[in-house]
């Protein structure tokens, strides 16, 4: 018998299953309208990500405050949103790679030659010995070579700052360091906030110095690391900003404008007679020697901030037996070298401040009528090779807080 054959209807091929752009919960598959959401929302996101990035790090590369150049401007904004460690490691990278030289002969000029010391014509203003000269760490000696010459304006006719420049090692012959001697009797300190740092106030002192403390400006000098950096406090108008660490380095200033170097809770405890204390990390000379465990290749402790990088621009500053202040700067120095240079300089104690090439800066200031304005016109740099220029502490964007020496009395005009 015949198999029969049933006829069956069999739809067309297209129309078994659904089409491919048709989103259904059996088949899982999305359709043209979702993919184009999903790209919409991306793109959006991206956006929105770039955009911030422009303005955030187009903010920061345009920022003088961050830095004088480039790349410590970018340096700057990479801490801040979390990429430290990156930044630490290509610092380490690089200065790696470039350590500083062995040997070499400096330029004509690049020690100071000494000028004549102008007579003291004061009869009624007490005032520090004039100090002595630091001997040189390389010989043969340079011409002038720790010869001290007095600096900006008069006080009560007598020289308040002598500056001399060395090379900071008997090996890398072809740096120079600055030194700045301060007579304390002469003139009195302020602690100024940056406009970020230490954040919080408003203070009295603030960026930028007003002119009426011009009128009596004679000094002014970076201070140390960033807050979350120098391993200490900031106290200053009444109002503890952040924390003081007992054991810190510390640099106290009095109501009388006085100013000591000490550690925080064992040389000096808090007492009214305080205006402000500014910490970065421990004492670096105490009892006029290097203190114990310093490691001239093991910077963890004194300069993390920059990549536990061991040769670059570092400063100082220390106080001698009598109370004068010193403050030493410079290129291609590790830790060592700047206790050893604050030592010679005749601290009793000491402590780092703040380090890399946009941040080491000492300005001296001499007007040339009595009583004229400092102002970054009449302003030098203890190194020309100091970023930044004197008028850093006269613009209200300076990010990081400073300390100004001002004269006691009325100043007289100098050309120092």
């Known amino acids: 018998m015949a198999q029969s054959t049933v006829n069956r209807y069999r739809p067309p091929r297209h129309a078994q299953q659904p089409p491919r752009h048709i989103f259904s919960a059996r088949s899982g598959r999305r359709g043209p309208g979702r993919h184009r959401r999903l790209k919409r929302v991306v793109l959006a996101v991206f956006a929105v990500a770039f955009i911030w990035l422009a303005f955030s790090l187009g903010g920061a590369l345009l920022n003088p405050a961050l830095g004088s150049s480039m790349g410590s401007r970018f340096a700057e904004w990479a801490r801040g949103h979390g990429a430290s460690s990156i930044v630490n490691w290509v610092e380490n990278e ?60 008069r006080v009560d006719g007598v020289p308040a700052i002598y500056e001399t420049t060395l090379r900071p090692d008997a090996i890398h012959t072809s740096y120079v360091v600055g030194v700045a001697w301060m007579d304390t009797k002469l003139l ?54 952040i924390p003081l660490r007992r054991g810190a380095a510390s640099f106290v200033v ?14 000096v405890t808090p007492n009214h007679t305080i205006v402000s204390v500014r910490q970065n990390l421990d004492l670096l000379v105490n009892n006029g020697r290097p203190v114990a465990g310093l490691e001239a290749n093991d910077t963890t402790k004194w300069g993390f901030t920059l990549g536990n990088a061991v040769y670059v621009w570092r400063s100082g500053i220390g106080i001698t037996a009598n109370g004068a202040l010193v403050y030493v700067g410079g290129p291609g120095l590790n830790i060592t070298d700047l206790a050893n240079l604050l030592v010679r ?21 001499h007007p040339s009528t009595s009583g ?22 006269f613009e209200t964007w300076w990010a990081r807080d400073f300390i100004t020496m001002s004269a006691v009395v009325k100043p007289t005009s100098s050309k120092g």
């Open 372 to 393: 004229g304005l400092a102002a970054p016109s009449n302003g030098r740099e203890l190194l020309p090779a100091m970023t930044g220029t004197p008028a850093r502490y």
């Open 345 to 365: 300089a005749g601290a009793v104690r000491a402590m780092e401040l703040d380090i890399n090439t946009d941040w080491v800066n000492f300005s001296a200031y």
């Open 188 to 241: 009195r300190a302020t602690l100024y906030s940056g406009s970020s740092i230490p954040g919080g106030g408003p203070f009295p002192n603030s960026a930028p110095v007003k002119n009426s403390a011009a009128r009596t400006l004679v000094a002014a000098f970076n201070a140390g690391f960033l807050m979350a950096n120098a391993n200490g406090g900031y106290y200053t108008a009444g109002k503890t900003e």
């Open 94 to 153: 690089w200065y790696s790679h470039h350590p500083p030289p062995v040997g070499g002969t400096l330029p004509p000029g690049a020690i100071r030659t000494p000028s004549a010391s102008q007579p003291t014509n004061s009869t009624s203003a007490a005032y520090l010995p004039t100090p002595k000269p630091i001997v040189p760490f390389a010989s043969p000696a340079i011409p002038g070579e720790g010869d001290w010459s007095p600096v900006g304006r």
């Open 254 to 267: 009095y109501r009388n404008g006085s100013s000591n170097i000490v550690s925080w809770g064992n040389d």
